[in-house]
């Protein structure tokens, strides 16, 4: 039951008549249901890592198997699906719409799924209850706390039904309270059975995981 399978993925940069291999052979598997932190310092990787996974770009080489799927053989289109259905991003900067409620940063891209109105906002209430905003609903981001904020983007990140939480440095814009009480929400989504990978450079973050796998100089090392 692995959800991701990488076996020597490569990838590099082309920096002028330079190129810079950014990722060296990297393997790694994480099952369905873990909660896994991706640690490493600035410039190992993180995030080149985070896209592949994330079917935001792909290898130069090597396998990458997503919940069964060969993601190498696939085209832009193909890839956006895949991403769209499989992944929820939850980004340091949360990515809201400013101009726009708490509620409808939710509800919009359910109704660009297809869903209808109705049930649209009635699954982003329920997703926000489930972040435990029911009372911040109708607040705009800047009208709302960096944790509150991030649990808006938490609760769209979870509106596809993902098979994955991908969350690129959660706590990096928020205080030590707020971002312990962000950790405390993955953990208690990760009980619910959600597979959750968290990319950071802070070890302090990472522990609160269930594995902690690091990257360093463009491979890793599991710990
Ligand atoms: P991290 O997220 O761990 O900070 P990144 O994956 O962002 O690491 O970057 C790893 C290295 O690759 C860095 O040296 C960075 O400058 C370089 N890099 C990242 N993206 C690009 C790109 N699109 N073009 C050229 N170099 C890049
Ligand atoms: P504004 O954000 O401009 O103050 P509203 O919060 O009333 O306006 O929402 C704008 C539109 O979003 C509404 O006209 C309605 O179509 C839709 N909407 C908001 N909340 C709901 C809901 N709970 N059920 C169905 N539609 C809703």
């Known amino acids: 039951n692995n959800m991701i399978y990488m076996r020597d993925i490569v990838k590099s940069y082309k920096i002028g008549k330079n190129k810079l291999t950014v990722l060296k052979e990297v393997s790694l598997e994480i099952k369905a249901g873990e909660f896994v932190a991706i640690l490493g310092p600035s410039g190992s990787g993180k995030s080149t890592l985070m896209n592949i996974i994330g079917c935001i770009d792909v290898a130069d080489s090597g396998e990458y198997i997503l919940k069964g799927e060969n ?21 340091q900067k949360f990515n809201l ?12 891209p359910l109704l660009l799924r297809g869903l209808g109105k109705e049930q649209a906002y009635k699954k982003a209430t329920r997703l926000l209850e489930r972040v435990g905003l029911s009372d911040r609903m109708n607040h705009k981001p800047l009208e709302l706390s960096g944790g509150e904020q991030q649990r808006v983007s938490i609760a769209r990140a979870l509106s596809g039904g993902p098979s994955i939480l991908l ?20 953990l208690a989504l990760n009980h619910e059975g959600n597979t959750i990978v968290l990319i950071t450079h802070d070890l302090n973050v990472a522990k609160q995981a269930k594995r902690i796998i690091h990257v360093r100089d463009g491979k890793v090392l599991e710990q």
């Not at 990096?172 to 929400?185: F, P, R, T």
């Open 167 to 186: 969350a690129d440095e959660p706590t990096g814009s928020l205080d030590s309270k707020s971002g312990s009480e962000i950790i405390e929400m993955f």
């Open 97 to 108: 719409l400013p101009k726009y409620k708490a509620i409808h940063n939710v509800a919009f």
């Open 71 to 91: 993601i190498k053989a696939r085209n832009e289109d193909e890839l956006a699906h895949v991403r769209n259905r499989e992944i929820g991003f939850v980004f």
